[in-house]
């Protein structure tokens, strides 16, 4: 079975500065890759999709994301953060099998941008 | 706009007694999702449907239940026999593709609490 790996829980930084969330996943034949973003008592929004073609796929708010398959990993980045990027950040992955979809989430990284 | 509604927002359960979350989408999407979010744990998936008439267990359905009787919507009533129902709920949707490449789309969720 698919799983994801977030393997930072909380990821404090200072307003300005670069960020990475890191990403992994367990190898596939297929898979498709997403980043989402929960604000406090919200649902998720999607930031940034990788389906195909170019590995480094741009997203809203000033997001990217590196696609990498050797390493099955999927690494969300922006340059300079602001308070406003404080929130959940989950990673998910989709593939199929005999039975359909699975679409997996991964358990999350709290990114705290402090002034 | 099309999008996925949750209600309520808010919503308290005295103990025995069942509470049913409302979701209704106008996105003409296949696919329906509840998960329920626990501070902490990141998203279980508790039931889904691929299809009107049809849905299937997630990783943690003791103690809910749900119908998908009209494509649009898909309720889920927690029942008394759940003993820790207090929790953030969300309701997710997604269209059905044979890629498996599309993102789910999510409600603003709705907070369960215990009196």
């Known amino acids: 079975a698919q799983s994801v790996t977030q393997l930072d829980s909380q990821v404090p930084v200072f307003e300005e500065a670069p960020v990475e969330l890191r990403c992994n996943y367990s190898?596939?034949?297929?898979?498709?890759l997403f980043w989402y973003v929960q604000y406090p008592n919200q649902g998720l929004q999607l930031l940034l999709k990788y389906l195909s073609g170019s590995t480094l796929v741009k997203g809203i708010n000033g997001f990217e994301a590196e696609f990498n398959k050797s390493q099955t990993s999927f690494h969300l980045r922006k340059p300079s953060v602001h308070i406003s990027d404080t929130a959940e950040y989950f990673c998910a992955v989709s593939d199929r099998d005999n039975y359909g979809q699975n679409f997996v989430f991964g358990p999350g990284t709290r990114l705290s941008v402090l002034p | 706009d099309g999008g996925i509604t949750q209600s309520p927002k808010y919503l308290f359960r005295k103990e025995g007694q069942n509470v049913t979350l409302s979701c209704e989408q106008n996105l003409n999407h296949d696919a329906m999702y509840w998960y329920r979010q626990d501070p902490g744990q990141g998203l279980r998936l508790i039931y889904y449907?691929?299809?009107?008439?049809?849905?299937q267990k997630g990783d943690i359905a003791e103690g809910y239940s749900v119908s998908r009787e009209k494509k649009e919507s898909f309720p889920l009533t927690v029942t008394s026999a759940q003993k820790n129902p207090t929790a953030f709920y969300l309701c997710a949707s997604s269209p059905r593709t044979a890629l498996s490449n599309q993102p789910q789309h999510f409600g603003d969720g709705t907070r369960l609490s215990i009196l």
């Open positions: 449907s691929q299809i009107v008439n049809d849905f």
């Open positions: 190898s596939s034949v297929s898979v498709y």
